[in-house]
T-cell receptor, first 111, second 116 residues
Framework: GQQVMQIPQYQHVQEGEDFTTYCNSS?????IQWYKQRPGGHPVFLIQ?????EVKKQKRLTFQFGEAKKNSSLHITATQTTDVGTYFC???????????FGTGTRLKVLA | GAVVSQHPSWVICKSGTSVKIECRSL??????MFWYRQFPKQSLMLMAT?????????EQGVEKDKFLINHASLTLSTLTVTSAHPEDSSFYIC????????????FGEGSRLTVL
């Protein structure tokens, strides 16, 4: 079945450093979403990417969808302590209605 | 944004008892809701898709007799963990879509189940 992997599993950065998490699917995706889950909280939607090669920005966050629609990345510029949490990608396979969540990347930002 | 409410947030029960978790869409109608299980520091594992007015669709490996899902109305889905055992202890979380083109999933706050 469809598998979605993320690397790295953990990342500790100093405040102000950049951070990137990568998401790779075993199958081609219709679209991909990104979520953030704070410790003890529930996932919160960040963005959805649909088109091959699409790039979207939200302030310090940059999201990319690969040309083959099998991978994606989230880049945070100049991290802040408020960026702490686990970032999940969620892929929608072609012809399905279910989002499969990636393994997640847990970000810690050291002040 | 849309609000999904889950209840209870925490529940502790004895082994062998059943526990019901409710997931409500407060300001929209949800024909489809999703139930996930999340172990500590791990990803969300989709358990089943709850469809209003019809049977739930379970993922491979999820026991449908163990995890009973009912979606009796457009705003309420319930997950009942039957004859709970300590290995069922986990964080259960539901989500729903509003039906808009964004495809965004709105999550409930989650329910942490501890089986003694």
């Amino acid at each position: 079945g469809q598998q979605v992997m993320q690397i790295p599993q953990y990342q500790h950065v100093q405040e102000g450093e950049d951070f990137t998490t990568y998401c790779n699917s075993s199958t081609t995706l219709s679209n991909i979403q990104w979520y953030k889950q704070r410790p003890g909280g529930h996932p919160v939607f960040l963005i959805q990417l649909v088109k091959s090669g699409e790039v979207k920005k939200q302030k310090r966050l940059t999201f990319q969808f690969g040309e083959a629609k099998k991978n994606s990345s989230l880049h945070i510029t100049a991290t802040q302590t408020t960026d702490v949490g686990t970032y999940f990608c969620a892929g929608l396979g072609s012809g399905t209605y279910k989002y499969i969540f990636g393994t997640g990347t847990r970000l810690k930002v050291l002040a | 944004g849309a609000v999904v409410s889950q209840h209870p947030s925490w529940v502790i029960c004895k082994s062998g008892t059943s526990v019901k978790i409710e997931c409500r869409s407060l300001d929209f109608q949800a024909t489809t809701m999703f139930w996930y299980r999340q172990f500590p520091k791990q990803s969300l594992m989709l358990m089943a898709t709850s469809n209003e007015g019809s049977k739930a669709t379970y993922e491979q490996g999820v026991e449908k007799d163990k995890f009973l899902i009912n979606h009796a109305s457009l705003t309420l889905s319930t997950l009942t963990v039957t004859s709970a055992h300590p290995e069922d202890s986990s964080f259960y979380i539901c989500s729903a879509m509003t039906g808009s083109n964004t495809g965004e999933l709105f999550f409930g706050e989650g329910s942490r189940l501890t089986v003694l």
